[in-house]
């Protein structure tokens, strides 16, 4: 038997002051006094970022359009879908039609959206916004910004799955889309997927 959620607890943290500690390109850091339900005190450190969309692209053909591209603060090229940030003010889609471009020279023909997840919520409250794209069959130039470094990876699904069973990918973002596309398109073509209670 599965245990219920008591979604009627109150879980709300009440902010006490905020002082802002860091004021970066790509983010903010604030530092926050708290105080919890039961008048407990307490400190929170939040990451402020404007959210970014996620798009994991597919050709006519079937294969799906990642990048590659080396992460500083984990010094290692990672596999990913393509992401990048919201502009100020810039709709999701906007940016999802936007980035593709950009970062990988296929244009999106058709745009789905698929959810929002919050990938690190204990100290951040970036929103991902996550999308899946028809793409045209063949890329145009890339327009990378000045400090991007990244090249486009052309994929099989069966490629995909087998590089997650290889832990050869381990983005949390493009785990996130492509397990979630996988089940969309499990229930989309009736296909039941087996759990254990």
Same mark, same amino acid.
């Given at each position: ?6 979604? @009627? ?24 006094? $708290?105080?919890?339900? @039961? ?43 393509? &992401? ?17 471009? #950009? #970062? ?9 959206? $698929? ?17 899946? &794209? ?16 990244? #090249? ?5 699904? #069966? ?11 381990? @983005? ?14 499990? &229930? ?10």
């Amino acid at each position: 038997m599965r245990e219920r959620y008591h979604a @009627d607890m109150n879980l709300t943290e009440k902010t006490l002051g905020v002082q802002r500690v860091f004021e970066g390109r790509a983010l903010v850091i604030d530092v926050m006094d $708290i105080e919890l339900p @039961d008048g407990r005190r307490s400190v929170r450190e939040i990451v402020r970022h404007r959210g970014a969309a996620v798009i994991l692209g597919q050709r006519p053909d079937g294969c799906y359009v990642l990048i590659r591209q080396y992460r500083k603060a984990v010094e290692q090229a990672l596999l990913e879908v393509v &992401a990048g940030c919201l502009e100020e003010g810039e709709n999701p889609d906007s940016a999802a039609r936007r980035e593709m471009e #950009e #970062e990988s020279g296929y244009e999106v023909v058709a745009l789905k959206k $698929i959810g929002v997840i919050v990938p690190c919520p204990g100290y951040s409250e970036e929103r991902l916004h996550l999308y899946y &794209a028809r793409l045209s069959q063949e890329p145009r130039t890339q327009r990378l910004d000045s400090d991007e470094n990244l #090249e486009p990876v052309v994929m099989t699904a #069966e490629a995909l799955d087998a590089a997650l069973d290889a832990g050869e990918l381990i @983005d949390g973002k493009s785990i996130a889309i492509w397990l979630m596309w996988r089940r969309m398109c499990a &229930a989309e073509c009736g296909v039941r997927e087996v759990r254990t209670e």
